[in-house]
Nanobody, 123 residues
Framework: QVHLREAGGGLVQAGGSLRLSCAAS????????VGWFRQAPGEKREFVSA????????SYADSVKGRFTMSKNNAQNTVYLQMNSLKPEDTAVYYC????????????????WGQGTQVTVSS
């Protein structure tokens, strides 16, 4: 069983930056693609970004393109989401998800989920 733990959330002013991390433990996930999702109060969970297991393919929601960047440290089983130029509409609980996926593509579904970390952007 793979366990995912997010960290790095917090309160930041609009225009600021945060870096989220997602650490995997408890099982073999070296071949996992990893995704970030977010859910604002009263809203559905939405896709933010994803990275393939090899790290050479990334995907971003239009709302975060140019501001958010994912990176992967396979040796540490950790994925990062660098969030710059944050806006109040980025306020949400951010979840990481993982799926064993031995291709250089982004998987269509996600088997493992973390508990989430709160990101609040003040105006």
């Amino acid at each position: 069983q793979v366990h995912l733990r997010e960290a790095g959330g917090g309160l930041v002013q609009a225009g600021g930056s945060l870096r989220l991390s997602c650490a995997a433990s408890g099982g073999a996930c070296s071949s996992c693609a990893v995704g970030w999702f977010r859910q604002a109060p009263g809203e559905k969970r939405e896709f933010v970004s994803a990275i393939s297991w090899a790290g050479s393919t990334t995907s971003y929601a239009d709302s975060v393109k140019g501001r958010f960047t994912m990176s992967k440290n396979n040796a540490q089983n950790t994925v990062y989401l660098q969030m710059n130029s944050l806006k109040p509409e980025d306020t949400a609980v951010y979840y990481c998800a993982a799926e064993p996926w031995l291709t250089d593509q982004i998987p269509p579904t996600w088997r493992y989920w973390g508990q989430g970390t709160q990101v609040t952007v003040s105006s």
